[in-house]
């Protein structure tokens, strides 16, 4: 597929610089209007959504359903649902100070929005964002990443079914391109993407004041209770980590259990994936392959170099290259200096690291970046309780995996090195909007009671 021009991105700026009034104003019947277009022109493309996800992760029809499709589904319905109350003026109370004031939030649309996705969910992220950032009013450029290939073209084609160019647009294209976009001013950028790439794209907001939202990545580790539902607590960690073949940004990227546990642990992850997969995962229709050689390289040899360090592969470990394929893997006795442990995995290899006491558990992660996810299973709200409040991270879910981020009332986002700001459902359309403070006057204006120049009068209305 070709690049996006740098001719073509600023004939596009243009147009939607032009545009974005129209976008601004248009009423919440308008938008549902596009958004209710938007959700068929997906619902009648599902088949070139599914076959698209096989070539570029080799992905099952169930799993692209429930991860991508029904995802945008459930969220476009959930905006269409609620947009017009959230475009209506929220009161902001009453003050004893200001009777005098009908004080209310203004919801206005920033403007000119850019929105930078990355390849692991290429079909949910982009739709996600860019839903809200039509239901908050702007106009927007949607810059793809260059890697799921196949998905791209099928975004693409709904958007362009849907919108015009000058109110959506799809870039297409890599560093150099997202470099010229970045250079552009914009009244809001969402950036989905790697903590590192967070910060150049930061850097670049910063040169024209402009608002971001940072969806990034980090270590999100899986916290166990030695009084723990084990077999259950097992196979959601299973799931969450699994799918899209450990690709996704909330995957549990470790487990810290108690030493007690350690056989029980180990064996049920063994029959457990077994029992998911079958004896061979790579004949298993519904495990997803890595999305291309540069990523495949990256997780073999990092797993490659922790074995002489001491690692042991307690179950999976097989590779093959040319299907880019790597078995549901689980490693224990990682050195810590080794890149399993450093960097996020994104891929599926899940390291267990075992704990004496629950807080040498919890010093562990706090000696890392904040990340994305925590996820603690126990049958002990105490327990739970000591984990959520002495650690920090964008969302926690207690006794099951990635559940929080299905929540439609829940927030999306991380914190600090995991992300600034938050996503998805009422938040999501909050972040493309400027929230105007308005304060109303309807009786008896300022100048009424401080007036120049000033007496013993003024200090006693005060007091
Ligand atoms: P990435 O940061 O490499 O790329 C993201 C986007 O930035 C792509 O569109 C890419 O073309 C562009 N880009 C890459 N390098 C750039 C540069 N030097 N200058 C300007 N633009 C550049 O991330 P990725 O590999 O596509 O995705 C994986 C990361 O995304 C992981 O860290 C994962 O945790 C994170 N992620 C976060 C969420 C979330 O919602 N928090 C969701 C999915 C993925």
């Known amino acids: 597929m070709a690049y996006t021009t740098f001719q073509e991105i600023d004939s596009i700026y243009q147009q939607q610089q032009q545009y974005q009034d129209s976008a601004k104003h248009s ?3 308008q938008r549902l209007k596009l958004l209710k277009q938007l959700l068929a022109a997906l619902k009648a493309k599902e088949d070139a959504i599914q076959k698209a996800l096989y070539q570029d992760f080799h992905k099952s029809a169930m799993e692209t359903a429930i991860t991508e499709q029904f995802a945008v589904e459930f969220e476009l319905k959930h905006i269409i649902k609620h947009l017009r109350k959230w475009m209506k003026n929220r009161s902001a109370g009453r003050s004893l100070m200001l009777p005098n004031v009908r004080a209310y939030l203004h919801f206005e649309a920033k403007g000119q929005a850019l929105i930078i996705t990355p390849w692991n969910y290429p079909f949910q992220l982009p739709m996600f964002h860019l839903a809200a950032s039509v239901a908050a ?6 810059k793809l990443s260059e890697l799921a290939v196949h998905t791209n073209q ?4 709904i958007i362009q079914e849907v919108f015009p160019i000058a109110h959506v647009a799809v870039i297409e294209g890599e560093v150099a391109e997202t470099s010229y976009l970045l250079n552009k001013r914009f009244d809001h950028i969402h950036f989905t993407g790697s903590p590192a790439v967070g910060k150049i794209v930061m850097a670049a907001a910063s040169k024209h004041l402009t608002d971001i939202t940072l969806e990034l990545g980090g270590k999100s580790p899986a916290i166990l209770d030695k009084n723990v539902a084990l077999e259950t607590a097992v196979k959601n960690i299973i799931w969450a980590k699994f799918v899209n073949a450990g690709q996704t940004c909330v995957a549990p990227d470790y487990v810290l259990a108690p030493r007690q546990l350690k056989l029980q642990l180990e064996q049920a992850f063994k029959t457990e994936i077994e029992e998911a997969f079958g004896k061979n995962p790579q004949h298993s229709p519904d495990f ?11 997780l073999s040899q990092a797993l490659e170099e922790a074995k002489p360090l001491g690692t042991q592969v307690l179950t999976g470990g097989d590779m093959d290259a040319k299907e880019c394929y790597i078995a549901p893997t689980v ?3 990682v050195a810590m200096n080794n890149s399993l442990m450093q960097e996020e995995i994104f891929g599926p290899i899940l390291p267990i690291v075992y704990y004496n006491q629950i807080n040498e558990a919890i010093k562990f992660v706090n000696g890392k970046e904040k990340p994305l996810a925590l996820y603690i299973f126990s049958k002990d709200d105490k327990f739970s309780n000591h984990v959520l409040r002495h650690t920090s991270a964008g969302s926690t879910c207690i006794n099951d995996a990635m559940i929080q981020i299905m929540h439609p009332n829940l927030p999306f986002g991380g914190v600090n090195n995991s992300g600034l700001g938050q996503s998805t459902g009422w938040y999501g359309f909050k972040a493309f909007s400027h929230e105007r403070a308005v304060a109303d006057v309807k009786l008896l204006p300022v100048s009424k009671v401080f007036w120049f120049p000033y007496t013993e009068k003024t200090f006693k209305i005060l007091r």
Not at 137 to 142: A, E, I, K, P, R
Not at 154 to 157: A, D, G, P, R, S
Not at 288 to 298: G, S, T
């Open 154 to 157: 099928v975004v693409k084609e």
């Open 137 to 142: 009013g702007n106009v927007t450029m949607l």
């Open 27 to 29: 009423t919440a019947a």
């Open 288 to 298: 997803a392959r890595i999305i291309n050689e540069k990523h495949f390289k990256r």
């Open 331 to 333: 490693v224990s006795n």
